[in-house]
């Protein structure tokens, strides 16, 4: 029934070959390479969405696909293989789906650039990775797509290589995620050894580990260590503290790129690989606590550096940190499924939000070009007033806006409201993680709304010149926008719960991946709380009544009385500082740790290397050369020198044999 599920990150392998191969000197129109590219992806979406309605009628909800045994050496067998099942389902609609818009809108925003070709080759290797790391049935084949999303964000950050800023933000990019990646490795290393060694278990299998892993031991020492080692990968790839540096300097690649990263693929992995590995993480609650705390303070660190961000992608990067916050609070409570269900609903509004900044910024920058102008075309003080003459750009980002900040009715309240519910009530939750998160999501409310109104509402801050010139993007662009605009109102409704009058579908449609580890366990919704539908009632309003609040808060600052925020900046200049200047966390890690790594290579090479070993090389050579710079002298090509030596040893050897 699943013969072709290979075929799934094929297509967009094959659209990447094609075009990185052909694309300059063959292919060269833009609209084919562009066509390409999108259609590979695309190809991908419908199979996935075949297989997906395949398995809402299949009573077996896991299948595995084997394609060829990759490593055979010892006791080590694995298997290139493929695994499906109803968290893989979601993830391939997901990063398709999402994929295929994002390629469609490429093709007009990228259009007229001379890296064209390339940039649709990367993309669809990109997404080729992504899919490779969702399908692998086992945590190796898992780990090469993890590390070829690293690469793709690589190459995708540093596109613009004329571009300094672009290249040193994709070096950021790539070695932080190598700390993370260490982790991950180290935690496969451990946990293969372990299960084989002790238990008799050699197998990476992600189906053999949810069966065989509680031979481990229930808050073992070994467990903890091992989900410990794979969250510090997570955090790499999710951008989590103290990993998540490298994603604002990310906004430096096409914002394609930027809404493919935080929308459809690379952030995403650490969560859907704790999803994954759920059953090793609910066997420790040590890890399952870290998790949540480091998500809650990532989500309202981040939710503050977001407030005095000028940088329209900026301030949509810090807001992917922070909901990626939410899903890891979510991970480390136990509410697996409302992780996901979070993880699909910011896919569509952050895709939306993403796309339309870079909407905003394809207009200005034609504008400000026209009008041979200097000023940066992403920086939201010079925009202002754009709702008028970019009406569904203005519609769509709006909505979005709603849509992250929980408005009810909106996808992102239902599954907002369901991690906050689960931190409060949870067998695992902490009342403070819960605290936490509703302030966050209140700071969320208000920095995005002070985002919306600097760029659609107020005066026109845009030079005279370049005015006339900003209109509303084309189809291939504004389409993706309004399909991902209605996704942002109607994405959360599949996961409506029963206290709203739902049936909570996702939930039922994961139980098969999550339920197992959560029954063992006895993660779920204390049993003093499952029927407090009062209590329920009181946090949900009191958590809209929060977001309401940062609504009504920026709307009076940026909309009804735009002077606050100058006086605001004048009254607390250390504190607005501060902020704007991201808590000074890269300077930070520049004195305590970039600056004495780079000291002691420094060390390393002009002391040890230079001195030391070049010196003992070269000290030989230097020997030798005056050993024979002396010698040469005894070869002269004069007989009566070689005469001379002749009756000196003569003499020497008599002199020798008297002695003796």
Not at 117 to 136: I, P
Not at 492 to 512: D, K, R, T
Not at 556 to 579: C, D, G, Q, S
Request: hydrophobic share 50%.
């Amino acid at each position: 029934m699943y013969n072709y599920l290979w075929l799934i990150p094929i297509m967009p392998l094959i659209g990447c070959i094609v075009n990185g191969l052909l694309g300059k000197k063959f292919i060269k129109n833009e609209k084919a390479i562009g066509a390409i590219a999108t259609l590979a992806v695309f190809s991908s979406f419908l199979l996935s969405v075949k297989y997906f309605f395949q398995l809402l009628g299949d009573p077996v909800k896991t299948h595995q696909q084997v394609v060829f045994s990759w490593m055979s050496v010892g006791d080590l067998q694995i298997d290139w293989g493929f695994l499906f099942d109803p968290l893989t389902a979601i993830m391939l609609l997901v990063v398709t789906g999402v994929g295929s818009l994002i390629h469609l809108y490429s093709i007009g925003y990228m259009h007229g650039d001379p890296g064209y070709y390339r940039f649709f080759s990367y993309l669809n290797l990109f997404v080729f990775a992504m899919l490779m790391l969702v399908t692998g049935n086992n945590a190796m084949v898992m780990f090469v797509g993890w590390e070829g999303v690293g690469l793709c964000s690589y190459l995708l950050i540093g596109f613009y290589i004329d571009k300094k800023s672009a290249g040193d933000a994709a070096k950021k990019a790539f070695v932080v995620n190598r700390i993370g990646d260490f982790g991950f490795l180290l935690g496969v290393f451990l946990l293969f050894w372990t299960l084989g060694s002790e238990h008799g278990v050699w197998t990476l299998n992600f189906v053999d580990l949810a069966h065989h892993g509680h031979v481990l031991g229930f808050g073992g020492t070994v467990v903890t260590i091992v989900t410990l080692c794979f969250f510090l990968g997570a955090t790499g790839k999710s951008a989590q503290i103290p990993l998540y540096t490298w994603l604002p300097d990310a906004m430096e690649g096409p914002t394609p790129v930027s809404a493919l990263i935080h929308a459809a693929t690379m952030v995403t992995a650490g969560v859907y690989m704790i999803g994954r590995m759920n059953v090793l993480f609910a066997m420790s609650p040590t890890t399952m606590m870290t998790v949540a705390i480091v998500g809650a303070m990532t989500a309202i660190f981040a939710a503050s550096i977001g407030f005095a961000q000028n940088d329209i992608k900026r301030v949509l990067a810090y807001s992917t940190v922070s909901q990626l916050g939410y899903m890891f609070m979510a991970m480390g409570v136990g509410a697996f499924t409302a992780g996901i269900f979070h993880l699909m609903t910011h896919a569509f509004f952050k895709a939306c939000l993403f796309l339309g900044s870079g909407s905003v910024i394809h207009s200005m920058h034609h504008a400000l070009h026209h009008a041979h102008l200097d000023d940066d075309a992403q920086d939201m003080r010079n925009m202002g007033g754009l709702r008028k003459k970019m009406p569904i750009t203005f519609i769509t980002f709006a909505v979005s806006c709603l849509a992250i900040s929980g408005v009810p009715g909106l996808s992102a309240f239902f599954s907002k409201d369901e991690i906050l519910w689960w931190t409060f009530g949870s067998t695992r939750g902490m009342w403070y993680v819960w605290a936490i998160g509703a302030v966050a999501a209140g700071m969320t409310a208000f920095y995005m709304f002070r985002c919306l109104y600097m760029t659609f509402y107020g005066k026109e801050k845009t030079d005279a010149r370049a005015k006339d010139h900003i209109h509303e993007s084309p189809l291939v662009i504004t389409i993706p926008l309004m399909v991902l605009g209605l996704l942002a109102v109607v994405g959360g409704y599949i996961g409506v719960p029963a206290i709203l009058g739902g049936s909570n579908h996702i939930h039922h449609f994961l139980e098969p991946v999550f339920g197992h580890a959560s029954e063992i366990y006895h993660i779920g919704i204390k049993e003093a709380m499952h029927h407090n539908h009062a209590l329920e009632y009181g946090l949900m309003a009191l958590s809209i009544a929060i977001a309401f609040l940062g609504i009504a808060v920026a709307s009076v600052m940026y909309l009804m009385k735009p002077e606050l925020p100058a006086k605001f900046t004048k009254m607390f200049p250390k504190f607005h500082r501060l902020v704007f200047n991201k808590w000074y966390i890269d300077e930070l890690y520049d004195a305590i740790v970039v600056n004495p790594v780079k000291a002691f290579g420094t060390f390393c090479w002009r002391g040890f290397d230079v001195k030391v070993i070049d010196g003992v090389v070269n000290g030989v050579a230097k020997l030798v050369g005056l050993c024979s710079a002396g010698l040469r002298h005894t070869q002269t090509g004069l007989f009566h020198n070689y005469a001379l030596a002749m009756v000196l040893g003569m003499v020497v050897m008599v002199a020798v044999f008297v002695l003796r």
